[in-house]
């Protein structure tokens, strides 16, 4: 069974620009949850998808979106980046209620 | 709000028990779960407790106490390989996981 997989896998952006990551998870997992993670910070929550509908949102601004098409793939996109926005970010998914989730090798993201 | 509370480093040598405690604050609690992290690596499960107690798996322990917002994770017979971080994690509404800050475990020889 293939694992959670995220492309790309590093990224080295400019300030202003916008970003797509994308995400596959397990085949049969409906949820998938974004996260970023930066030093120190530990993985903070951005959003999660089941079914295609976003049915929870962490404390980030509006710049940072996603979403989730019917095969389960997941997007987030990241506009008018900021030097701030350079960390990990990570996918994850799980059948449905996050008992377990599996996580993706994340996507580095440098914003120069 | 939503908070969680675990040491940031805890250092041990090989063959001994470590506790990494994990206190937390969150609406919509559906349980609290532990995940380890090697360096450049990404996080994997470890356990997941949704009712008061212990449960074991292998040399690794997970309790929790819902009426004290508390939980821990208890390592034995460490080896080195168990040098990482661990997060622990609520599982909010079943809809999002909510990590602590990590716990960066040192296990010297």
């Known amino acids: 069974k293939a694992g959670v997989t995220q492309t790309p896998r590093y990224l080295i952006k400019t300030r202003g620009q916008q970003v797509t990551l994308s995400c596959s998870p397990i085949?049969?997992?409906?949820?998938v949850s974004w996260y970023q993670q930066t030093p120190g910070q530990g993985l903070q929550f951005l959003f999660e998808?089941?079914?295609?509908?976003?049915?929870n949102k962490g404390n980030f601004p509006g710049r940072f979106s996603g979403r989730q098409f019917s095969n389960s793939r997941s997007e987030m996109n990241v506009s008018t980046l900021e030097l701030g926005d350079s960390a990990l970010y990570l996918c994850?998914?799980?059948?449905?209620?996050?008992?377990?989730?599996?996580f993706g090798q994340g996507t580095r993201l440098t914003v120069v | 709000g939503q908070s969680l509370e675990q040491p940031s480093e805890v250092t041990a040598v090989e063959g001994a028990i470590v506790q990494i405690n994990c206190t937390y604050q969150?609406?919509?609690?559906?349980?609290l779960s532990w995940y380890q992290q090697h360096d450049g690596g990404a996080p994997t499960f470890l356990s997941y407790?949704?009712?008061?107690g212990l449960e074991e798996t292998g040399r690794f322990s997970s309790f929790l106490s819902r009426s004290d917002s508390y939980g821990y994770l208890l390592l034995q017979e460490l080896q080195m390989k168990d040098s990482a971080s661990y997060f622990c994690?609520?599982?909010?509404?079943?809809?999002?996981?909510?990590f602590g800050k990590g716990t960066t475990l040192s296990v010297s020889s």
């Open positions: 994850a998914s799980s059948p449905d209620a996050n008992t377990e989730a599996f």
């Open positions: 085949s049969g997992h409906r949820s």
């Open positions: 998808y089941f079914s295609e509908t976003q049915r």
């Open positions: 969150t609406s919509g609690f559906y349980g």
């Open positions: 407790n949704a009712l008061d």
């Open positions: 994690a609520v599982n909010q509404a079943g809809t999002a996981l909510i």
